[in-house]
């Protein structure tokens, strides 16, 4: 079993930055794919940003060269580093870990979610 508790939403200018943290509790971090996921009023949740147990990071296209995630393994946190914000990157932020095993089997785990909001 693993908690998520997310920090570091808030209100924020156009062109601004922002630092997302995910703190997780529980064991096996290390062992887990954790990404940032979004969703905005009126849309779906969509994928952010995805680091792997090995480090390999995959991001969204309209994210990248603007945000950056990175995980500490020995703090079992992972963040999200958001520069040059738009309006467009306002949404509830959630924080995932998710573990595939077996054939075709995956277990997630989601935090509540941070509210980020770009005013322009």
């Known amino acids: 079993q693993v908690q998520l508790v997310e920090s570091g939403g808030g209100l924020v200018q156009a062109g601004g930055s922002l630092r997302l943290s995910c703190a997780a509790s529980?064991?096996?971090?290390?062992?887990?794919?954790m990404g940032w996921y979004r969703q905005a009023p009126g849309k779906q949740r969509e994928m952010v940003a995805t680091t792997s147990s090995g480090g390999s990071t995959n991001y969204a296209d309209s994210v990248k060269g603007r945000f950056t995630v990175s995980r500490d393994n020995a703090k079992n946190t992972v963040y999200l580093q958001m520069n040059s914000l738009r309006a467009e990157d306002t949404a509830v932020y959630y924080c995932n870990a998710r573990r595939l095993y077996g054939l075709g089997n995956r277990q997630d785990y989601w935090g509540q979610g941070t509210q980020v909001t770009v005013s322009s």
């Open positions: 529980g064991s096996g971090f290390g062992i887990y794919t």
